[in-house]
């Protein structure tokens, strides 16, 4: 079955690296580049699952994890964080954000391997972050 992922990423290299990852298990990908140019489709389209770095300018991947949570039609979608800083200050703030899981981006594979089991589970809770 084919999804609709959302990445977003202000680093546009990061965003293709991501969309041929994803591509490879026939996912639909919509790239996005900053939490407004994201928050500004969440009406138009049904999203299965959310990708966001961390590290962006205005708002962060944290914020925009929260209040994705707050919106009507993603509050219950899964949020992957994912960041090129994997300390557990950062796994804990994913958490609080409400992030349903946190990847490296050292560790594409788990990414993909992430994706694909939450995407299996889309009609169970969202699982905490491991």
Do not use: W, Y
């Not at 609709?4 to 919509?30: A, G, N, Y």
């Not at 994201?38 to 009406?43: E, F, K, N, P």
């Not at 050292?106 to 993909?112: G, I, P, Q, Y």
């Amino acid at each position: 079955m084919r999804h609709l992922i959302v990445t977003v990423d202000d680093d546009k290299k990061m965003l293709t690296l991501l969309q041929r990852l994803l591509v490879e298990d026939k996912h639909i990908v919509i790239k996005k580049q900053s939490a407004q140019s994201t928050l500004s489709v969440l009406d138009a389209i049904n999203i299965d699952l959310f990708v966001i770095d961390v590290m962006m300018p205005n708002i962060d991947g944290f914020a925009l994890c929260a209040t994705l949570r707050k919106h009507p039609r993603t509050q219950d979608k899964p949020i992957v964080i994912l960041t090129a800083h994997d300390n557990e200050k950062m796994r804990q703030m994913a958490e609080t954000s409400g992030a349903t899981a946190f990847v490296s981006k050292k560790n594409l594979l788990e990414l993909k391997q992430k994706v694909s089991s939450l995407l299996d589970n889309t009609h169970s809770p969202c699982q905490s972050i491991h």
